[in-house]
């Protein structure tokens, strides 16, 4: 008897009708009634059942698990400190999803005015890891506080009413 799974399989084939054609479905379906091509087709079927097993993952598989991963030192602090624990979270949240502090300057910048120190990243998803990790020192009260500044200071003067306020100002000297 045929599983709803083998039938999804013969569906997905006759997808393939388009593809190449009547032609080349109704000589297959002539020689699969032979017992040699049965037998022969069998085989085929399992060896490539037994070769998809052993494939290693592909890029893109392991690509989507290196996802940026919750920095250990905030997976620690989870059982320990919850409330730190969870204003860190909303924070790495806003990094990752740049809500807050967009480019890799403006990470180092702000680690540099708030005291932390210095970023040593390339990029900038490799300087939310050391930047969430220099948090975690402060006290709940401090981390508020250093957290609200990093909103602040993302609307920065590198907006266009930033720049048309530096221009202005500059005009009126």
Do not use: C
Request: aromatic share 4%; no cysteine; proline share 5%.
């Amino acid at each position: 008897m045929t599983t709803q799974r083998e039938l999804d399989l013969l569906v997905d084939l006759a997808k393939l009708l388009k593809k190449h054609g009547a032609d080349i479905f109704e000589s297959l379906a002539e020689s699969i009634s032979s017992p040699e091509m049965a037998q022969h087709l069998s085989g085929t079927l399992i060896q490539v059942a037994k070769t998809g097993r052993t494939i290693p993952k592909t890029k893109i598989e392991k690509r989507l698990k290196q996802e940026p991963s919750i920095p250990k030192s905030l997976t620690t602090l989870k059982s320990v400190e919850p409330e730190k624990y969870q204003l860190l979270m909303n924070f790495y949240s806003d990094l990752t999803e740049k809500a807050v502090l967009q480019s890799l300057r403006d990470i180092k910048e702000f680690a540099i005015g708030s005291g932390l120190p210095e970023v040593r990243a390339k990029s900038r998803q490799k300087a939310i890891s050391p930047l969430i990790s220099s948090l975690v020192k402060f006290p709940n009260e401090q981390l508020i506080t250093k957290i609200q500044s990093a909103k602040k200071y993302d609307k920065s003067d590198r907006s266009l009413d930033g720049w048309s306020d530096i221009i202005l100002n500059r005009q009126r000297r």
